[in-house]
């Protein structure tokens, strides 16, 4: 019988052939409960936790002597904390296309990706938050920004972007972290059954809520999982939308455009998908994966990355015609002095990264090559953050007044706190590969032909 | 017959256990579930679990967070703060979309969490299921079904003769 079952065709390669539900098991839980670290997560993990305490120190000092310590001057007061925030909450985005986009497109090659893609979203978007509340000047204060009744009789006002900004990305969190525990709780049920000591079986077994994979059960929780991706597809468009209209809804030249949301969801879904593929290549690698991760998941990957990243050099080319076209003198100055002006090298060095790079994603060979996937995907989260940085930067640095213009030097601190949250991510990240199914188990379990029930015998 | 919670019985594959729950179910037991590794789309045939609250549970909860989040604004902006800029109303309705968007979805996924936590009497540390001999198996690559014991039809050796006819590897006793 079970041979037969070996023979029934198979439309799609998701994973490589000759898994069965045992072997999924046992190779995705054994990176969790086995004895035995590979050097590399040392290494890694090594290296965010030095980054995570250079991080400590940039924000001990920051809290005892301002955000003058960063390069912050008049009048580019938004310099590299926004920048930074920008770009975090960018690549989060990928993870929640992967998790819930994909899965109402019916796109199952997700399911061996959507687990770590998932986390990355929920670590990238931990350190995003950081870096607007880092830079209100007076952090401990931040709870000011939620309406709540207070002594001072004053509110927050709901007409600002910057407030419909607090509640986009706080709902974001939320549900990102809600949408991950949920598919954990299979998982975390396997590894409860799994686990060889008593702390494991009962760390485990609490997180897992008591999963016992009742037939009730999964027909709740699939239902759950696609309200959840219903919900979470709206949301992830919208998260980056409002983050665009932090600056479209102000009229400095380089900010003051209509077509910012679309440009600047395209663009979070290009550099998640980098940070995907920058993620995914080594892991594969370094914890034997390949046949879960195959190439297809690369390639797959590699071609959203072109895709959006056609997209975005779509809207530098609009956004420069239409600075041209539009007639407007102080628009046509921005994108002049971005193209010639003191942030040329920038700007440059960002059409490389964005618009030249990603074209050698049209060969087959290239997309196949995980080395050659890999040194792109770091060429476009770099190119990414100096858009970010090109667009808060250049728009503020030169506006109306030539009398008020102001070049920004980045300090050391800017530097270190963002290398800290860069150290914070990998931190978190490699602190959840050692604990967590890295891949969802339940669901590569579905992609085997053996899942399949035949209906003949019925 | 009050000794025991029910009869488990063990399946190789996803297609006998449908075949199990669907014959079970033909048989007249009422009071049965079955335990897979990962949902099974022809279970819920089998089962008759097709309908459930879930959608009508975050459908409500979305319509309180779409409310809360507008007349919140509006409690603000209208009433217990309001701010003239150049006599623009204060009822700016425009203004008020988005964080009325956030908080729906908001409270739509916190319903979709909660309620599918509530239907499905979780968390739950212990059930007797656990109890059955190789059960940890459920959640790497074995099929369960389990007849329990309070069904009206139940009968320790007539189900036990049942579930052993539809060709299970095991038919184990659950304690309570």
Redesign the interface.
Known sequence: ??DT?QLVERPQDDIAPGY???SV?DQIAAVVLTKRTPIFWFLCFGAGFGLLLLFLLAVAVLFIKGVGIWGIRTPVMWGFAITNFVWWIGIGHAGTLISAILLLLNQRWRNSINRFAEAMTLFAVACAGMFPVLHLGRPWLMYWLF?YPNTM???????SPL??DV??VS?YA??SL??W??GLM?DL??L???AKNRAGRMIY??MS????????????????TL??AG??T??VL?VHT?VS?DFTIAIVPGWHSTFFPPYFVAGAIYSGFAMVLALAIPLRKVYGLEGLITDKHLENSAKVMLATGLIVAYAYVMENFAAWYGGEVYEQAAFWHRLTGPYRYSYWALISCNIIAPQFLWFKRFRTNPLLLFISSIVVLVGMWLERFMIIVSSLAQDFLPSSWGIFHATRWDWATFLGTIGLFMFLFFLFIRLLPMISI??V??LLP??????E?? | MSGIYGLIAEFDNPTALVKAARAAREKGYRKLDAFSPFPIEGLNDALHLHKNKLPLIVLVGGIVGGLTGYLLQYYITVISFPINIGGRPLHSWPSYIIITFELTILFGALSAVLGMLGLCGLPMPYHPVFNAPRFALASRNRFFLCIESADPLFDLAATGDFLRALEPHEVSEVAH
């Not at chain 1, 009789?153 to 007409?159: D, L, N, S, T």
């Not at chain 1, 053996?450 to 209906?455: C, D, L």
């Open positions: 019988m079970p079952s069965t539900f045992g098991t309406p009789g004053i509110q927050p006002q709901f007409r407030v419909w509640f986009a709902t939320t549900v809600l949408f525990y949920v299979p049920g396997t409860r059954d799994r077994g609490i809520m008591g999963w016992r994979g009742s037939a009730r059960h999964w027909s709740v929780y699939e239902t759950a309200l959840l919900l979470a709206p949301l919208s409002v209209f339940f669901e379990r579905t053996q899942a399949k029930v035949k209906e015998q019925g």
